[in-house]
């Protein structure tokens, strides 16, 4: 059975880069196998996919958050991380890492529909 599980600091101040990484577990799986999504949910609204990493190292991102996001892996260690920068309180939500969101989907909707395992979520907070 694979498990994701995000880690990261809840607490961010504006402008500084928010970190989170995302650890996978389950001893069958293999990384480059599949994609890796970050997902997040902003008070009130839907769900807004950020980005991937595909089976072979690649990434894309989400085109209104692509200047300030970076996706990698460390499959040694079974984790892909997230970085956001320049955070503003506009970015206060919950994050999930989760397994799929191909890319050639051309909308949110449907990349989010790719996708089959979440973590549990994480709150982080910009605060000044």
């Known amino acids: 059975q694979v498990q994701l599980q995000e880690s990261g600091p809840g607490l961010v101040k504006p402008s500084q880069t928010l970190s989170l990484t995302c650890t996978v577990s389950?001893?069958?799986?293999?990384?480059?196998?599949?994609?890796w999504s970050w997902i997040r949910q902003p008070p009130g609204k839907g769900l807004e996919w950020m980005g991937v990493?595909?089976?072979?190292?690649?990434?894309d991102y989400s085109p209104s958050l692509k200047n300030r996001t970076s996706i990698s892996r460390d499959m040694s260690k079974k984790q892909f991380t997230l970085q956001l920068s320049s955070v503003t309180p506009e970015d206060t939500t919950v994050y999930y890492c989760?397994?799929?969101?191909?890319?050639?989907?051309?909308?949110?909707?449907?990349?989010?529909?790719?996708?089959?395992?979440w973590g549990q979520g994480t709150q982080v907070t910009v605060y000044s």
């Open positions: 990493i595909s089976s072979r190292g690649f990434t």
């Open positions: 389950g001893d069958s799986i293999k990384m480059s196998d599949y994609y």
């Open positions: 989760v397994r799929g969101g191909n890319p050639n989907y051309n909308t949110d909707y449907t990349r989010i529909k790719d996708t089959d395992v």
